[in-house]
């Protein structure tokens, strides 16, 4: 059987989405056939509504629907403290932890030599330039970047120029996750944790 | 921090979707964000493309851009097979198969009371209107429906009804699946697989 080349585009483009594979992406195909014509279009609006509406915020690179993002224009926040994360889900999850009351910068990415992703690919320059009026005394940089190869890389990166300026500079802590067994957690993290303890 | 209203609205939209939550929506989200603008809008654009061309086959009630399928209109195929299935998916499978160069027909569901899906709701009126042209000496319907409770049931419904009026009528064979091993199949599985033997 010929599939009817509006599903075969269908099943295309939705295979595309990072994590749909050729059998989600028909899964999905059938169950938009299915739905009524008007949640479709509800979805397709969204799409488009977001990728028209959405841009980057002119200061830290957060995703916003303003000029600059309601984050960097909030006085009530720490302006004092600027915390780097790779991506706008990165800086959500931080914001969810309800822990961290400073501002954001997103690098919207990593250093990956092999993929040709250097310091010019990342939002680097940007962060510096936001630094000019940064106060050496009472500011500091927190690297949050990702504990991957590549997330370590950035924020040593990141730190030997922060340094160099002489701003502040910390890395968030590495250890085992809350309510997590230690049976389970690899040798290198609980390497870290036992390095890091805290006196109590 | 609060999300923009057009990135809530998507991340709302693409949570609807089967398989997809609420983590899942929000990654897809960020990534139609950083997308190039032209590959969002033809996503966007077969959606409402599949929508509005596909519809159901008038005599199988396949997946179809045109009044009858490619399947029914086939005079290389044998016409006095009926394969009847649950789901578009599900003669998909079948055709990859290649098994079976039959006629399908299928029922968008399977009966459950339980979730108030009873015949009317499924194609099986359309079936029978079928089926009054049908010669009952060469023809034969092959009930291909799941081999779930719901499944198993629609099955039996549907057998007690074909064979009333003469058709004959079969059920795809349950065992092993090819290239299962013995000791990680279920015992009900296995006892079917038994009781259906097949001398070599």
């Known amino acids: ?27 999905l195909a059938f169950h938009l056939f299915n739905l009524p014509e008007e949640e479709v279009r509800e979805l397709a609006q969204a799409i ?16 916003t629907d303003t000029e600059l993002c309601s984050i960097c224009t909030d006085h009530q926040r720490n302006h004092e403290l600027i915390c780097v994360v790779e991506q706008p889900a990165d800086l959500l999850a931080i914001e969810r932890s309800g822990e961290y009351d400073g501002l954001y ?11 040709g992703i250097g310091p010019d690919q990342l939002t680097i320059a940007a962060l510096f330039e936001r630094l000019q009026g940064f106060d050496q005394n009472t500011g500091e940089v927190i690297l949050a970047t990702a504990t ?3 997330g370590e890389a950035t924020a ?5 120029l922060l ?4 701003i502040t500079t ?5 250890g085992l ?21 805290r006196k109590l």
């Open 170 to 174: 910390s890395r968030i802590a590495y």
């Open 1 to 27: 059987m010929k599939y009817p080349s509006a599903l075969i585009q269908l099943i295309r483009e939705l295979g595309k989405l990072p994590g749909v594979g050729p059998k989600s992406a028909q899964r």
């Open 177 to 197: 996750p809350v309510g997590g067994d230690l049976e389970y957690a690899d040798e290198v993290t609980l390497g870290r944790a036992i390095t890091n303890r």
């Open 48 to 63: 488009l509504n977001a990728k028209n509406s959405l841009k980057q915020c002119k200061l830290c690179y957060n995703i």
């Open 148 to 150: 991957t190869v590549e």
């Open 105 to 115: 910068h997103v690098l919207h990415g990593s250093l990956s030599p092999m993929n």
């Open 156 to 160: 040593m990166y990141l730190a030997r």
């Open 163 to 166: 340094t160099d300026i002489g």
